[in-house]
């Protein structure tokens, strides 16, 4: 679930961007939707991880958790710094 979470928060942040930058909108609910279906990615991987602990499926934890939990926290910082770019263009207004 956290996987098909995060590459619809990747597909809409690339939108987000098409449409303020290169389509000069703005399109705030797109920042706003990538913005959630990311936070929506975290929790969903905090479940999972969860559901291993209680499961006591420790390889799933040491295999998978290292890697990824940087992974996540690379990928949030990138969809912060995509869906801002609506806040920093001009206004030709």
């Not at 990747?10 to 936070?39: Q, Y």
């Not at 929506?40 to 390889?59: G, I, N, P, Q, R």
Request: net charge positive; with cysteine; glycine share 4%.
């Amino acid at each position: 679930m956290w996987l098909a979470f995060g590459i619809a928060a990747i597909i809409i942040a690339v939108l987000h961007i098409v449409a303020c930058v290169m389509r000069n909108r703005n399109a705030k609910w797109l920042g706003f939707i990538s913005l959630s279906l990311t936070a929506l990615t975290l929790c969903a991987f905090y479940s999972d991880a969860a559901a291993w602990v209680l499961k006591e499926d420790w390889s799933a934890l040491m295999d998978v958790l290292p890697g990824v939990s940087k992974v996540l926290w690379v990928l949030t910082i990138c969809s912060i710094l995509m869906n801002s770019v609506s806040l920093f263009r001009k206004n030709d207004k």
